[in-house]
């Protein structure tokens, strides 16, 4: 069964950092692969979507690339703001369901 | 959360009650899927729907049930069956199993 795994589960970083999360997974028989930022109490918002045919994504300050071989995904973010404070999570999609990592929580500190 | 509604934002219910959450989307999407969110665990699949009238069973659908029987609406029930219900619940939409997924807003179910 495929396994999502986020590290660190907690970053802390100063305003105006450049700072990348990271997402491993253990089956590379992947369809494509979402992060998400979810603030406190709410939904998820989809910020990157890579096709497994893809290497990486870019929106803005936000880049995300994959690396399938290896089970490997990076969310790059570029001059951090406070309002990046949230908790990312990166899935995979398989044949039938979309595995979740357990999230990144990111505090960005004025 | 743009076109998916789910209401209500927060429901308390006694045990040994079932309790029928809403999922409403205007995507035109046709997957629709259920999640279950604890703390320090990642999301969950409880049941997901490829099209109208058919639904497949998640990693844990055990006390679960759900229709669909409109495009738009993919209702979630949760039964006295299930022994741990107090969650986050969330529901999502797609165009296909391939496509990205939306999510909405949520639920908050506290079962006491």
């Known amino acids: 069964k495929q396994e999502v795994t986020q590290i660190p589960a907690a970053l802390s970083v100063p305003e105006g950092e450049n700072l990348v999360l990271n997402c491993s997974f253990t089956?590379?028989?992947?369809?494509?692969l979402q992060w998400f930022r979810q603030d406190p109490g709410k939904g998820l918002t989809s910020l990157l979507l890579i096709q497994s045919s893809q290497r990486e994504q870019t929106s803005g300050r936000l880049n995300a690339s994959l690396d399938k071989s290896s089970g490997r995904s990076t969310l790059y973010i570029a001059a951090s703001q406070p309002g990046d404070s949230a908790t990312y999570l990166c899935a995979v999609t398989g044949a039938n369901n979309l595995f979740f990592g357990t999230g990144t929580r990111l505090t960005v500190i004025p | 959360d743009g076109g998916i509604t789910q209401s209500p934002k927060y429901l308390f219910r006694k045990e040994g009650q079932n309790v029928t959450l809403s999922c409403e989307q205007n995507l035109n999407h046709d997957a629709m899927y259920w999640y279950r969110q604890d703390p320090g665990q990642g999301l969950r699949l409880i049941y997901y729907s490829q099209i109208v009238n058919d639904f497949q069973k998640g990693d844990i659908a055990e006390g679960y049930s759900v229709s669909r029987e409109k495009k738009e609406s993919f209702p979630l029930t949760v039964t006295s069956a299930q022994k741990n219900p107090t969650a986050f619940y969330l529901c999502?939409?797609?165009?296909?199993?391939?496509?990205?997924?939306?999510f909405g807003p949520g639920t908050r179910l506290t079962v006491t």
């Open positions: 999502a939409t797609a165009r296909g199993k391939t496509y990205e997924q939306y």
């Open positions: 089956d590379s028989a992947i369809y494509n």
